[in-house]
């Protein structure tokens, strides 16, 4: 439970193939914060085969490119099959969040009062319920 923070790596001792980018399972520990004595790098498990035949990935590759096969660009007229966000959507170093000075950040219409938001409802504020908003038009 790092809170997202990068610490640099302690590897002394160990044998390792690591490269920028690369996802890597490490057992030790961070005591005091400024770095994380790594004592076993682990084996990741096996990525399972692919889940879809090669004819169902030519129907979507279809959609992508008509049947002319020229590629069409993506259209907001059309329904999203997926949409994938990655974090981190708040940033603890932010100074609004970092002083805990939230007032001017928060919606109005915001039931939380912002001297006692949590990191929570600051997320749940400015992130998760603008998502239902835009989500509410396309029932699943």
Request: hydrophobic share 40%.
């Amino acid at each position: 439970m790092g809170a997202g923070m990068r610490v640099p790596l302690k590897l002394d001792g160990l044998g390792y193939d690591l490269f920028p980018g690369k996802i890597v399972a490490l057992r030790g520990s961070n005591v005091s914060g400024e770095y994380f004595a790594v004592t076993e790098v682990l084996s990741m498990p096996l990525v399972p085969l692919a889940a879809s035949t090669p004819e169902e990935l030519d129907v979507h590759t279809t959609r992508l490119t008509g049947s002319d096969g020229e590629t069409r660009p993506l259209s907001e007229e059309e329904k999203t099959d997926v949409l994938i966000l990655t974090g981190p959507f708040l940033d603890l170093e932010h100074p609004a969040i970092a002083s805990g000075d939230l007032e001017q950040y928060l919606p109005a219409d915001t039931k939380i009062q912002p001297d006692r938001a949590t990191i929570q409802d600051v997320f749940r504020a400015l992130i998760s319920q603008p998502l239902q908003r835009l989500l509410k038009p396309f029932p699943q």
